[in-house]
């Protein structure tokens, strides 16, 4: 049974960090790419930032790059969103996803299989 479990969310100040955790279980994470993705009160799904399986490339959104950071641990299981300079536009529901990998460049932020409950990341002003 596939799971996907985040953590780190919480309540932080604009201009603060957070780092975000997902723990995976259920199939083989080193054959998955992972991705976070966040979705925001009356507002479309996003992608914010992505990680290949193959060769660690990633897919991150305009609207956080330089700013966010994605990675993986294979031999954890875990995949890492490392929040920096946050502003409240940035408040949303986070979640993890994952898909096969099945070619170099397929972890571009779409078409995820399988997803997480989510995580709650407010930014206050």
């Known amino acids: 049974q596939v799971q996907l479990v985040e953590s780190g969310g919480g309540l932080v100040q604009t201009g603060g960090s957070l780092r975000l955790s997902c723990a995976a279980s259920?199939?083989?994470?080193?054959?998955?790419?992972m991705g976070w993705f966040r979705q925001a009160p009356g507002k479309d799904t996003e992608g914010v930032a992505c990680?290949?399986?193959?060769?660690?490339?990633?897919d991150i959104a305009d609207s956080v790059k330089g700013r966010f950071t994605v990675s993986r641990d294979d031999a954890a299981k875990s995949v890492y969103l490392q929040m920096n300079n946050l502003k409240p536009e940035d408040t949303a529901v986070y979640l993890c996803?994952?898909?096969?990998?099945?070619?170099?460049?397929?972890?571009?932020?779409?078409?995820?299989?399988?997803w997480g409950k989510g995580t709650q990341v407010t930014v206050s002003s």
């Open positions: 996803a994952a898909k096969a990998e099945l070619y170099v460049g397929g972890h571009q932020c779409s078409n995820y299989e399988y």
């Open positions: 259920g199939f083989s994470f080193d054959h998955y790419a």
């Open positions: 990680i290949s399986n193959i060769d660690g490339a990633t």
